[in-house]
């Protein structure tokens, strides 16, 4: 059994969710917020990040662990490449979205909109929002348009580099931004068809009582491709 210890609004925890609704697998999400954790959580997360799975007892830390780990585990539906260079640019894109987008747009963007307001009752740094839409998302979302040369981001096909890219866009149209077609095309076209994806919509639609109870925007999935 593969429990997933997170919650299906995270970034990360979606990727774990997404690749395992891809390869068909059975779990269950046990909600934790890590911001209010359960009382053993340090032992189940050395980082007190999430998503943790519980793999038939075998517990991992770290998206990328875990959705590496499922794909050995269970090799239909490979979410990785076999070829080496394309499992490099899968991997290359995996942590572009991890290190750079998701630490530098999207954690500072939803700490400031959501967390601080409605779960850690702080103020809003506006500063710190207005700075990363102008000197950060720009660059971030031109770098990706730009490597962008095929439908998918590595080896011509759908792999965690396209689920993990396009996981932290969703949590950037849910804070009421888009990723612009005019400037960049590409990347609004493959947005879109991630959308269509079937394990990345049915993973959206379970989300979404948690996406309406925190009043996030959902509209953005209501938009024709
Ligand atoms: N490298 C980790 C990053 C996980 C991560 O940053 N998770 C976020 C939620 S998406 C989190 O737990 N944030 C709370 C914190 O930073 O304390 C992974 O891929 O699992």
């Known amino acids: 059994m593969l ?7 995270s ?7 997404v690749t395992a609704l891809h390869k068909g697998l059975q779990f269950r999400v046990e909600p934790v917020i890590p911001f209010n954790p359960p009382a053993n959580w340090a032992e189940l ?6 998503p943790v799975a519980d793999i038939d007892g075998f517990n991992l830390a770290d998206s990328a662990v875990i959705c590496g780990y499922l794909d050995r585990l269970h090799p239909a539906q490979p979410i990785y490449p076999q070829d080496a260079k394309a499992y490099a640019q899968a991997r290359w894109f995996e942590e572009y979205a991890g290190a750079v987008l998701f630490r530098e747009m999207i954690h500072g963007l939803f700490l400031n909109q959501v967390i601080k307001p409605a779960i850690l009752k702080q103020p809003t740094d506006t500063a710190a ?18 490597a962008l040369t095929r439908d998918y981001f590595a080896g011509g096909q759908l792999s965690i580099a396209d689920i993990a890219i396009a996981s932290n866009l969703v949590n ?27 394990a990345f919509a049915a993973a959206l639609e379970a989300e979404k009582g948690a996406a309406e109870s925190m009043k996030l925007d959902r509209s953005f999935l209501g938009v024709p491709a």
């Open 3 to 9: 429990t997933i210890y997170g919650v299906p609004v």
């Open 11 to 17: 970034v990360h925890t979606r990727k774990v969710i």
């Open 45 to 50: 997360s050395p980082t007190g990040k999430i």
């Open 129 to 146: 929002v207005s700075t990363i839409l102008a000197d950060v998302v720009p660059a971030r979302l031109a770098y990706l348009e730009g």
């Open 172 to 198: 950037f149209h849910y804070l009421g931004y888009e990723v612009d077609k005019a400037r960049y095309p590409k990347l609004a076209a493959h947005f879109r068809r991630m959308l269509a994806n079937k």
